[in-house]
């Protein structure tokens, strides 16, 4: 046998073993048509890391011994930098360490005596932290409560209530709440900025906010797609907290931008005009902000010219996008099992990307992917909705994947460094397996789970970064 494929069939040990379709085979079944067809992903990922690293080792030159050694006093490129420029291995063991000590912990949970008001059906989908007083903002539904963990003696405090489902939920750097809303039905998408009140007179007998919540509603046509309140909001992170906010919100033709002007009133712009939904925001820099968009581009928007670009091209729908460490590095994640760091200053086409073919009725195909400083082993194929965040100083990216657990990534590396926890339904040897009898009835019997829509780093008061993820009911932080 020379192991040719064979339809229907399987190759492995110098043996042909008949694919069991999904709806034949045993639970557990190696030779199923889902378990073969993940091994052959990873057969080929193998291979293909195989073939990299083989041609990296003949195309690079070998650092000398003798510049790294101590016998030599320090001769090299070490020397004329200076001892600050730590290498990159060194980062890369950095990050590895701090993400492997991380366990998960209960951050924010609803207690059935505290909190009756609440049924098993209401779960939490966005969050956001306040930096200043540690309040944590909480989504259910149509519902934003804001909790005050130094307030152990009171209740969630009900913060605003929106005509549709919240979508995503933000603080900017001047303690105004961005919310925005899914839509649906008659309604259109809607954005609610609400302003807290200084920490300083937050008590327990004074309103938290100082005023009735602004309310912008989508004008557009298309307000039944309910691709504005999926978009999520980036207020701009490098503005002063003394000065004025600046909010980008992403919709399904272009992007607004929402400002304060002098007389504390909010003012909306159209500024951005695109051929597809933008599904992610963030500002690399003071006046420059990234733009991630369904059709898999990237476009880059600046403040002063108001100009625009298409920068780079994803493999698959982006709907993460993040600074990394530098403003011209970023981390963009998306469908298609992608997620990939880029850097700005040396764009070009994937080697490999082969051209797309186009619709049918299109006279224009995709262009080509562009070529990744590194690719992630991320697997989600089709969800939307997937938590994504990126901390530059910890080096770790944080990822919920198909199987709505949070991944943990080197954000030097791009390597893999924990998983937490495993998905019901999926067994880590065997790949998917089916459920079937009383195993199958528990599962439709239990009680409703929500995806983790919503990954974000925080740093605490001893300067130590966690991350936090929405879970059912509750909040879970992976910490020391």
Partial sequence: MDGREIPGYYFETKKYFKILPNHVAPRGAKYSEANVKEAKIESRKRKRAAAQEITQRRQLVQRARLLSSPLAGGIGLARETGPGHYPLRRLDAQSKAYGLGLEEKTYEQLSQDQYRKFTEADLVHQFAVDKSTSAVLLSYGRRLYISFPARVDTELELLEVAQTDIASVNISRTRTVILTTTGGGNRAPEVHLVHLLDPRFTTLHRPIVSDRATVFTSQDPFVNDSMWGNAPTAPNPFMASNSTDLIAVGGPQGMTLLTLDGSNSWQCEATLQTSSAILALDWLSPTTLAAGLRNSSVMLWDSRSRGHTARLQHPGAVFGLKRADQESRLVVCGLRNSMALYDLRMVRDSPSASQPRAKHGSKQARSPASAPVFAFSYANEHHLSRGFDVCPDAGLVAAAD???????????????????????????????????????????????????????????????????????????????
């Fill in 402 to 480: 198909r199987d709505n657990v949070v991944q943990l990534y080197s954000l030097h590396t791009g390597d893999s460094i924990k998983r937490h926890g495993q998905a019901e339904g999926t067994c880590a040897d065997d790949g998917p397996r089916f459920l079937e009898g009383a195993e199958l009835t528990h599962r439709l019997e239990r009680k409703p789970q929500s995806d983790i829509r919503c990954v974000r780093f925080i740093e605490d008061v001893l300067g130590r970064w966690k991350v936090l993820a929405n879970k059912d009911r509750r909040i879970v932080q992976y910490s020391w």
